[in-house]
């Protein structure tokens, strides 16, 4: 287990925020503390407005990337929540809390030398895998990225995660971009080639972490299971407070529920109970 | 200034406290807060067996709003006062526990096993906890049968070696009579309101949002409702009333004051904020200062 920080208000300034897609926006804080603490998969509870009325809560939001003077965050406009986040002008406060949950586990790659970190995203899931990529690359550690989306414009990352050496395959719904279909079988089929004969052995090469609609997650599960895989997932909830106060963002594990804010959003795929 | 306000023989350091259910034990808030400068902590509902709570989705936002169907989610009270009870205890401030059962055993129980040496400074009872269902009640929630409500808090106080707050329902019809009620069965104050039951749609898959269908709403939503169960009961019974209910600001505090409560509770803001306390008492301050009100008390009722 790793020292978990305490968690602070921050209020940064907003270095930029621009559209990277016509519905996907990418927004930096200066929050250097914040770059310096927070790890993959861990997020903040944004906070949108000081009227409580639309939004009245604060809007969970992974830690995309870092830099030295601050953290990035990547959001899909869906709500009012985010519709007023991308209206935030540079140069505008914005109020974060954070850093929040436990974030993805590196040790089984980084505790294993030669190990393999596949990564496998459906949709904008790919956002809080980004920095965990990167981290792995910049220690010279083989990634293999797997990107599932509707169509070629949902498709995020491709180049930034290309850049840092990792290897990216894309699937799309309908093929505008890569293979068509699902990926959680391009993955599967990745893993069963590597594999070859031993495809029901326990996989000590490789370990998977993943995020995405829950659909996807549980397909992959039932895939990486069959395969004897080891496997983190992601998960997302509606959240009230982001610091385990309310209980509102339960899941259910093997062990009863858990809290996604405080146990999680990260959760070892085999005490998940789709 | 003085913002000290005594309730069944127990003085607070001041009359804004932080509801149950919104603030966890107040562990959770130890990163932004200095916990002893609350007037007082009400801990999440505790039962005298474990719960495991509701079916997820259990949250979700509305119009200034927010509805809930948490299901009382708790360790059970003794696993609570074995984890929990020395933290609580190390607080400078009054740490008044929340507790439910389904049965009259239950609620008699739990309230045996709360008490502890000197601890805690007081018991609310939880009678209108909308995501729980009562084989004993007529209705659905023990809070809106004046003489069940009656008969647990007389069954509470036996046991209790601290006063007991009765923490009332907002849907029935006479809060008043409610009010009575637990006043009749030896409460030493009343705490209104709980959350207001209430439904969300997804037109999307043409089902409840919540996993338990219904929840509770709370937040600002809430607000001028809660003010009036207040106003309803104020003067109807003669023990003091707190009042609970989208309080945002210090001065919706006083707004509920005003309305007849001796003391409130800050409940959904709490998630808005973590912080949002300390504003909350800030602002209460500023605006007694403001009107050169030297006691809080003199605030209780004042609405005419
Ligand atoms: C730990 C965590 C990390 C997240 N990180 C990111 C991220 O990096 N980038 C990103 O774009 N999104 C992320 N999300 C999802 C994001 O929090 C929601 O999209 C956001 O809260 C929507 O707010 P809104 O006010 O714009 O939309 P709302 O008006 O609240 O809702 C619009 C629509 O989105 C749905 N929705 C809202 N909140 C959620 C939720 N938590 N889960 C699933 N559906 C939801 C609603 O059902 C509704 O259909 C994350 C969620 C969690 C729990
Ligand atoms: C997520 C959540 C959980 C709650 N849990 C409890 C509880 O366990 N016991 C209780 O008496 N009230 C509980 N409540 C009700 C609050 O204590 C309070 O009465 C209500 O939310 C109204 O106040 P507010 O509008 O300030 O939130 C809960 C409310 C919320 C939002
Ligand atoms: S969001 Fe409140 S407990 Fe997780």
Redesign the pocket.
Same mark, same amino acid.
């Given at each position: 287990m790793k020292k978990t920080e305490r968690k602070k208000i921050i209020k940064g300034t907003i270095s930029s925020n621009r559209a990277v897609r016509p519905d996907?926006f990418e927004l930096t804080m200066e929050a250097p503390w914040l770059s310096k603490v927070s790890r993959a998969g861990q997020?903040v509870m944004v906070k949108?407005s000081d009227k409580f009325t639309d939004?009245l809560l604060r /809007? %969970?939001?992974?830690v995309?990337s870092k830099n030295a003077g601050g953290i990035s965050?990547?959001?899909?406009?869906?709500?009012?929540?985010?519709?007023?986040?991308s209206e935030q002008k540079k140069g505008t406060v914005l109020d974060v809390v954070g850093p929040?949950?436990n974030g993805f586990n590196d040790e089984p790659i980084l505790k294993k030398k030669g190990r393999v970190a596949i990564i496998v995203a459906g949709g904008?899931g790919i /956002? %809080?895998l980004y920095l965990l990529a990167k981290g792995f690359r910049e220690k010279n550690i083989e990634v293999k990225v797997f990107i599932g989306a509707g169509t070629k414009e949902h498709v995020l990352l491709e180049k930034k995660l290309k850049k840092t050496g990792a290897s990216v395959q894309v699937a799309t719904d309908n093929g505008t971009l890569g293979h068509k279909g699902s990926v959680v079988a391009l993955a599967e089929e990745y893993l069963k080639k590597e594999k070859g004969e031993k495809a029901a052995s326990r996989d000590i090469k490789h370990y998977t972490y993943a995020c995405g609609p829950r659909v996807m997650l549980n397909a992959l599960s039932k895939k990486l299971k069959k395969l004897n895989e080891p496997a983190e997932f992601?998960?997302?909830?509606?959240?009230a407070c982001g610091i385990g106060a309310c209980k509102g963002?339960a899941i259910k594990t093997v062990s009863g529920y858990k809290l996604?804010?405080k146990d999680?959003?990260v959760f070892d795929m085999r005490s998940i109970v789709f | 200034m003085d913002l000290k306000t005594k309730i069944g023989g127990v003085i607070f350091k001041n009359p804004i406290w932080t509801a149950s259910g919104t603030f966890g034990t107040g562990e959770e808030f130890r990163d932004f807060l200095n916990l002893d400068e609350i007037g007082a902590i009400v801990t999440k509902t505790v039962t005298l067996k474990a719960r495991e709570g509701n079916a997820p989705p259990r949250i979700?936002?509305t119009a200034s709003g927010l509805l809930n169907s948490i299901g009382l989610e708790n360790k059970g009270i003794g696993a609570f006062k074995k984890e929990d009870y020395s933290c609580l205890k190390k607080l400078q401030t009054k740490v008044i526990i929340s507790i439910a059962g389904e049965t009259k055993e239950e609620f008699e129980k739990c309230a045996a096993l709360v008490a502890d040496k000197n601890f805690p400074h007081a018991i609310e009872l939880n009678l209108s906890c909308p995501n729980v269902i009562h084989p004993e009640a007529k209705h659905s929630l023990i809070a809106q049968d004046a003489s069940l409500t009656e008969e647990m808090v007389k069954i509470v106080k036996k046991s209790a070696k601290c006063p007991v707050i009765a923490k009332l329902a907002p849907n029935v019809t006479d809060i008043a009579e409610i009010a009575r009620g637990a006043e009749n069965g030896g409460a030493d104050a009343v705490s209104l309101v709980n959350t207001y039951m209430g439904l969300a749609v997804?037109v999307?898959s043409m089902k409840p949002?919540l996993g338990n269908r219904v929840g509770g709403l709370s937040g600002p939503a809430i607000k001028p409702l809660a003010l009036k169960a207040v106003w309803d009961v104020y003067g109807k019974v003669k023990i003091p009333i707190i009042g609970i209910g989208g309080i945002m600001t210090g001065l919706d505090a006083v707004e509920f004051m005003l309305a007849g409560a001796s003391a409130v509770e800050i409940g959904t803001a709490n998630f808005t904020d973590p912080v949002i306390y300390k504003t909350i008492l800030k602002e209460f301050k500023e605006y007694l200062k403001r009107k050169n009100i030297k006691s809080a008390k003199e605030l209780v009722g004042k609405l005419r």
């Open positions: 996907h997020f949108l939004p /809007i %969970p939001l992974a995309h965050l990547m959001y899909k406009v869906v709500g009012s929540g985010t519709k007023i986040l929040l949950g904008h /956002i %809080p992601s998960l997302d909830a509606y959240m963002c996604v804010c999680g959003p | 979700v936002e997804d999307q949002v």
